[in-house]
């Protein structure tokens, strides 16, 4: 019955959609060309060759070679690639792992917990411009990082990793090939998506007008690229910040659908990264608050105490 009235739902909002795209076909198209412009200079340029090179890695068997370094896990080289390639690649490497025999399904589900990161070209390229401080957007990539090495530590199945000599059998032709396409099709995942989500945004915003912090929440809700570039009109730094990080940590609908596309493929569970996301947003606003204010109480404390 609930599976029924989802559908009804889902029905009656597309043809709610397709409704306003016949009315409003111009203003439509408008805003998919502005938010592809962004989408392409924004995202496009710090994802896909970053993944191709991080597929090509994988290809090259990275992983038995960094097995013979003493000590390792296959759970903390999950963390590097997935802190490396952003989200949703985070999803797309635990599955790589998978495919490839380094880890079975049940340490890949508990992955699922930390392979969440933003992508450190997106921080410096999209972030930062926007926070506009460097302190505060160094303080916000940090949470992030600290809260999901604090779900690494108490999720992530630490089996020592048996070394494997590398066979160095792959084609680079056919491997770069397998590489773009697999890059290409997280673009494009993400790209399709997030546009559909983009333009259920700006279909809201026509029909129930907001104040700006409700505003940014809608879009970042919906889209994760434009409720940051959005948070510019939120004047205090410290909120604009923590909006930022509310929808890095926990992600925005069109990347978790993007990442539900991409577990169900291999038989993953969505709950897991879920589950992961909400407590990420609980740590790092945590993380972030206390490096915020504990400096600034300690400067203010050191202040009277020298006057």
């Known amino acids: 019955m609930k599976r029924k009235t989802f559908n009804i739902i889902i ?3 597309l043809i709610i959609l397709l409704i306003y795209y016949f009315f409003h076909t111009s203003f439509i198209i408008e805003n998919i060309i502005n938010y592809s412009i962004s989408f392409f200079k ?8 970053l993944n191709i090179i991080i597929f090509l890695l994988l290809d090259y068997e990275l992983i038995p070679i960094l097995s013979f370094i003493p000590n390792i896990s296959v759970s903390f080289l999950l963390f590097i690639f997935s802190f490396i390639s952003g989200f949703p690649s985070g999803s797309k490497m635990v599955c790589e792992f998978l495919n490839k025999g380094y880890c079975n399904i049940d340490e890949a589900n508990s992955y699922l917990y930390f392979s969440h990161f933003p992508n450190p070209f997106f921080i410096i390229g999209v972030v930062y411009p926007i926070i506009n401080n460097y302190l505060y957007t160094f303080y916000l990539y940090l949470s992030l990082i600290l809260s999901n090495f604090i779900l690494y530590f108490f ?3 630490k089996r020592r990793y048996s070394k494997i000599k590398p066979s160095f059998h792959t084609n680079f032709s056919l491997s770069l090939n397998n590489s773009i396409q697999k890059s290409f099709s997280i ?3 993400v790209y399709g998506i997030s546009i559909y989500f983009y333009i259920i945004s700006i279909l809201y915003h026509s029909f129930f007008p ?4 409700l505003y940014v929440l809608i879009n970042g809700l919906f889209d994760l690229t434009n409720g940051v570039l959005s948070c510019v009109i939120i004047k205090e730094s410290v909120i604009r910040a923590l909006l930022i990080l509310l929808f890095l940590s ?12 991409i577990l169900k ?3 993953l569970s969505y709950s897991y990264y879920l589950k992961g996301r909400i407590m990420s947003i609980l740590l790092s ?7 915020v204010f504990i400096p600034s109480s300690i400067k203010i404390h050191f202040n009277f105490f020298v006057n």
């Open 42 to 49: 924004s995202f496009f340029p710090v994802s896909f060759l």
């Open 250 to 261: 926990f992600g925005t609908i069109s990347i978790h659908i993007q990442t539900s596309t």
């Open 285 to 291: 606003f945590l993380l972030f608050l206390l490096l």
């Open 11 to 13: 029905f009656i909002h």
């Open 155 to 157: 999720f992530s199945k």
């Open 265 to 267: 493929k291999e038989g």
């Open 187 to 189: 673009i494009l995942l």
């Open 210 to 213: 907001s104040n700006s912090y």
